[in-house]
């Protein structure tokens, strides 16, 4: 996913953000850091520096086009005991048949506890 954006609101999302990708948490650094669209392009994000943030190579590609509250269960699969086992859909599927799969983590991204607040 590559666009045009001018290096300094590039860069200023950068340091907003901490220089840590806003998904996972851990640094980026110039070879792992990428932008994403919070809210994906597909489903009607704007192009602006409000619906980017920092976010590694290997959140972004396993984003993709997901939205945000998808990628929350993808990213709670993946912390949980189902991780590997279960797909988003077969997790939904399961639960909609009553299955009762146990708690799975609770996944605050970084961006949210801006503020201090969650
Ligand atoms: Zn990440």
Redesign the pocket.
């Known amino acids: 996913m590559s666009f045009k954006l001018n290096p300094e609101k590039r860069r200023a999302i950068y340091e907003r953000d901490g220089h840590a ?1 806003q ?4 640094p980026v650094t110039e070879k792992t850091r990428t932008l994403d669209h919070l809210i994906p392009r597909s489903g009607g994000g704007r192009h602006g520096v409000a619906n980017l943030i920092t ?2 190579v ?3 590609s396993s984003k993709g086009t997901k939205s945000l509250d998808r990628f929350r269960l993808f990213m709670a699969l993946k912390r949980s005991r189902y991780a590997g086992i279960l797909t988003c859909d077969q997790y939904d599927q399961l639960v909609a048949m009553g299955v009762d799969l146990g708690p799975i983590p609770v996944v605050v991204f970084p961006f949210e506890t801006i503020g201090g607040e969650q």
């Open positions: 990708c998904y996972c948490g851990y976010a590694c290997s959140c972004n």
